[in-house]
């Protein structure tokens, strides 16, 4: 790891030692950058006293929980799949800005229950460093709960967790951000099986035109594509396909977003005060980098 800072292979040994105090672990496992770098290094260090956990759920691509299950395959360490049911909760498909609040506080629980069965006394997410910059309700229910970040604690941030995987060997090193399909409906429109539907086929389709990072945000007909800049050119050279396939997905009408991708970008309609108010950081991602 000669290509590694040495503040940041500190932070590496400092995570160790934060897992190694922990004994036995339950971890909530995506398979995204961050849960697959702190499953590794869980793993490394306490041996057989890890479980992963992965939630399948319809707000979630299934692909993912396709490679969800052959990393922990992989790294050979005990992995089960558990369904979540926030499609079930009036309070989750009514969209309030808080939504993943709903959404956290069952999967946590369910993780805290399934740990106490086991005898597992910590269970952990893989939230880093940067996300406390950003607005995560979420994050409330792991506090409340008791949920361990121990990339948090660490002080691993996001690009600290991407050198350190390529480093590992690990395929997620690269791979681009993940987020349920809810979170591309505007807080306030209800979250339906056909939204949900409609937004990973649109999804599905940019991505199998060979785009890695992409965003469809439904707003009733209209499609709203983010991906990054740089790719806006040749993504508008298929736009004939791709206004036919987005239609027979049951759009109307489909538009390029010029901002491009940026992740939480229906955050952008929530003020300031209602971030603070509903658990987000007291300056979001976007504020405090332009400061």
């Known amino acids: 790891m000669q290509t590694v800072a040495t503040e940041t292979l500190e932070k590496l040994l400092a995570l160790r030692g934060i897992l190694a105090r922990m004994g036995k672990v339950l971890i909530a496992?995506?398979?995204g950058v961050d849960s697959t770098f702190l499953?590794?290094?869980?793993?490394e260090v306490l041996d057989g006293n890890v479980l992963a956990v992965t939630a399948t759920s319809k707000t979630y691509p299934e692909e993912e929980v396709t490679f969800a299950t052959k990393v922990a395959a992989e790294m050979g360490v005990s992995h089960l799949l558990i369904e979540t049911k926030e499609l079930e909760n009036e309070v989750f498909v009514n969209n309030p800005p808080n939504r993943c609040f709903t959404c956290k506080e069952e999967l946590f629980g369910t993780l805290r229950g399934i740990?106490?069965?086991r005898g597992i006394p910590h269970v952990l997410d893989g939230t880093n460093y940067d996300d406390r910059l950003d607005f995560r309700p979420g994050r409330q229910a792991a506090k409340q709960i008791g949920i361990r970040s121990p990339l948090l604690e660490a002080k691993l941030t996001k690009q600290e967790i991407r050198l350190l995987s390529k480093e590992m060997g690990l395929p997620t090193w690269d791979k681009p951000s993940m987020a349920c399909f809810a979170s591309r409906i505007p807080y306030g429109e209800g979250i339906t099986l056909e939204k949900l539907a409609q937004v990973e086929m649109a999804e599905r389709y940019i991505k199998s035109l060979g785009y890695r990072t992409v965003r469809?945000?439904?707003h009733g007909e209209i499609a709203r594509?983010?991906?990054p800049p740089e790719d806006f050119p040749s993504?508008?050279?298929?736009r004939e396909r791709l206004l036919g396939t987005f239609k027979s997905f049951g759009f109307t009408y489909v538009v390029l977003d010029l901002a491009g991708f940026r992740s939480g970008s229906m955050n952008e309609?929530?003020?300031r005060r209602s971030r603070e108010a509903l658990g987000g950081p007291l300056v979001g991602k976007a504020e405090k980098e332009a400061a």
């Open 29 to 31: 496992f995506s398979g």
């Open 39 to 43: 499953l590794k290094v869980a793993h």
């Open 115 to 117: 740990a106490r069965e």
């Open 216 to 218: 469809v945000r439904h």
């Open 225 to 227: 594509i983010e991906v």
């Open 235 to 238: 993504l508008l050279d298929v």
């Open 269 to 271: 309609a929530l003020s």
